[in-house]
C-alpha cells in the first residue's frame, strides 16, 4: 500500500535499500529478559570449563540432566531419542534422533571448545637465583605481550604410569592460590619498549612463577623447587618425572562478568568459541523430535588447525555418524550429500580504535546478532570453504523466519590477516557449511569482550537450523 506521507526518495529507500539496525531495536517482547536468563546459564558454563577436558565435563552434565544417554554402537534408536559420544574426554558429539531418515540429511552445528592458552611443557618445572618457574608453550594464537602480569590458573590432567589419571585444577576453587608471568618495569624496559610488539616478549620467557620458599634445614641445591615437587607430591601424589605425561594448561584466571555501566556485554576467557559452544548445545538440549536429525559438535585443537584424534579433521565424527546411519541402514555418504552445517565460530566485531583494520560496510558489529561469514581465510580467500549463494539465501531466509538478529561479517579487512575455522573441514565431508558466529572485541585475548544480545541470538539461530524443515 501506498504511504502517502511518504515521498518517493523515502519510499525507494524503504523497498530497495538494504539498512541495517542495531539489535536492541529489533528486539521481540520478551527477549531482554530471556537474553538475560541465557547470559546467565552461559556465563556459569564459562567459569566451569577453562580447558576442552572441564567443558565436555559440563556439557555431558547439561546434556544428562536433558534426557541425553551415552551412544553405544548398535544401539536401537527411534525419533526423539537424545545421544552423546564424547571422543577422549576431550570433545563431543550429540545428537537428536528427527522423524526422517538420515537420508535425508541432517543438521550440524559445530564449534570448538579449546581456546588459546599457555601448555606446560613435557619438564617444566625449574629454579632460578631461588624462584620456581614452569617453562610453557603456547597454544592457538596468542598477541604474548597480553598474557604476561596477569593472574593465571593451572587446569589440566597428569597421567600416570599406572593408568590413573589425576586431575588438577588450581585457582578456580575458593581461596587458592593463582600464578602470573612476571614483566619488566618500566624503568629497565627502555630497551624492550623499542622492540616490536611481537617481539618484545619471547615465547621462551613466557615462565610461569610458581614458588619462592626454599626447603628449610637443608644445604643442597633447588630448596625452591624441592618445596614445589613435595607440596604436588602430597597433593597429587606424583613426581617430577610424571610432568612428562601430563596436560597442564595455564589459562587466564577471570571470572566471567558483565562489562558496561548498562551490562549489555560479557567479559571472559574462552569466548572464542565457547560463545558458539554453548550457543549450539543449548539449542540442541531443546530439542524433542525435530523433523531432520539434529548433531551438535563440539571439537577439540582448532586453534591449531583442527588437527588430531580429538579435532573436527578426525574421522571420529565420521565413525559417530556412520555408526547412526548404519541403524538405519543408509550410508553416510547419502547422509552427508543432503545435510547442513553450520559452523559456529566467533567472528571479529568492529572496533572503533582499530577502525584501520576494518572495512566498515562488511564488518559485523556488536548488537548486531549473530555474523554469517560466506567466506573467512587469508588472503585470497585461501584456506576458507566459500559457501555458495544458494546456502546463504537458505540461511537467510531460516533465520529471518525465526526472528534471529543477524548480519553478515567478514574477518577484517582484505590482506589485513584472516583466519579460518572448522568449516573446510565439513565441506570437506560433501557437507553444505556456512560460518556463523558471535563477533568479539579483542578476540584470543586474555579477557575477551562480546555482546549478550549476540550470544543469544546464535542460540536462536542454531535452534533456527536444528528446526528447519
Ligand atoms: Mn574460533
Ligand atoms: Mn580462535
Request: aromatic share 0%; proline share 0%.
Given at each position: 500500500m501506498k504511504d502517502k506521507d511518504m515521498t518517493r526518495g523515502e519510499e525507494l529507500r524503504k523497498a530497495l535499500s538494504y539498512d541495517r539496525k542495531n539489535g536492541y531495536d529489533r528486539l521481540l517482547p520478551g527477549e531482554r529478559e530471556a537474553m538475560e536468563e541465557y547470559c546467565a546459564g552461559y556465563k556459569e558454563f564459562l567459569d566451569a570449563g577453562k580447558t576442552e577436558r572441564e567443558c565436555v565435563d559440563r556439557a555431558v552434565a547439561l546434556a544428562e540432566a536433558a534426557g541425553f544417554r551415552a551412544y553405544a554402537r548398535g544401539m536401537e534408536l527411534k525419533p526423539g531419542d537424545k545421544v552423546y559420544r564424547v571422543n577422549r574426554g576431550k570433545s563431543v558429539m550429540l545428537a537428536v534422533m528427527g522423524k526422517e531418515s538420515l537420508a535425508e540429511g541432517v543438521h550440524i552445528a559445530a564449534a570448538h571448545i579449546d581456546s588459546p592458552r599457555l601448555d606446560l611443557k613435557q619438564n617444566p618445572l625449574y629454579e632460578a637465583d631461588e624462584l620456581a618457574y614452569c617453562k610453557t608453550h603456547y597454544y592457538g594464537g596468542i598477541r604474548k605481550y597480553q598474557w604476561v602480569t596477569i593472574p593465571l590458573e593451572l587446569h589440566g590432567v597428569v597421567a600416570l604410569k599406572s593408568g590413573q589419571v589425576v586431575r588438577v585444577s588450581v585457582g578456580n576453587g575458593e581461596g587458592d592460590p593463582l600464578f602470573t608471568i612476571d614483566d619488566l618495569l618500566p624503568h629497565l624496559g627502555v630497551e624492550q619498549s623499542r622492540k616490536p610488539l611481537g617481539e618484545a616478549i619471547p615465547g621462551e620467557s613466557l615462565n610461569i612463577l610458581v614458588g619462592s620458599r626454599p626447603l628449610a634445614d637443608d644445604e643442597g641445591k633447588d630448596r625452591v623447587k624441592l618445596t614445589v615437587l613435595e607440596l604436588l607430591n602430597r597433593k597429587y601424589g606424583i613426581v617430577e618425572e610424571d610432568f612428562i605425561s601430563a596436560e597442564l594448561c595455564a589459562v587466564p584466571a577471570f571470572r566471567a562478568c558483565d562489562i558496561g555501566f548498562d551490562r549489555s556485554m560479557i567479559g571472559a576467557y574462552g569466548h572464542d568459541d565457547r560463545v558458539c559452544a554453548y550457543a549450539c548445545l543449548a539449542a540442541i538440549l531443546q530439542l524433542s523430535a525435530p523433523e531432520r536429525t539434529a548433531v551438535c559438535v563440539l571439537a577439540d585443537k582448532e586453534e591449531i588447525?583442527?588437527?588430531?584424534?580429538?579435532?573436527?579433521?578426525?574421522a571420529a565424527f565420521d565413525t559417530f555418524m556412520e555408526d547412526l546411519c548404519a541403524g538405519q541402514n543408509v550410508p553416510v555418504r547419502a547422509c552427508y550429500e543432503k545435510s547442513f552445517c553450520l559452523s559456529a565460530d566467533v567472528t571479529a566485531a568492529y572496533d572503533p580504535n582499530f577502525a584501520d583494520v576494518y572495512e566498515k560496510r562488511n564488518s559485523a558489529f556488536v548488537n548486531y546478532g549473530i555474523g554469517l561469514c560466506k567466506y573467512t581465510g587469508a588472503r585470497g580467500k585461501s584456506g576458507a570453504s566459500d559457501a555458495s549463494a544458494e546456502l546463504v539465501a537458505r540461511v537467510r531466509r531460516t533465520l529471518d523466519e525465526a526472528s534471529v538478529v543477524w548480519q553478515m561479517a567478514e574477518l577484517g579487512k582484505v590482506d589485513a590477516g584472516g583466519g579460518g575455522t572448522v568449516a573446510m573441514f565439513m565441506a570437506e565431508r560433501n557437507i553444505d557449511t556456512l560460518d556463523a558466529g558471535v563477533p568479539v572485541l579483542s578476540m584470543h585475548a586474555p579477557f575477551e569482550t562480546v555482546g549478550k544480545l549476540d550470544c543469544y541470538m546464535t542460540f536462536k539461530g542454531a535452534k533456527a537450523v536444528f528446526e528447519e524443515a
Open positions: 588447525g583442527s588437527e588430531g584424534v580429538t579435532g573436527m579433521k578426525s
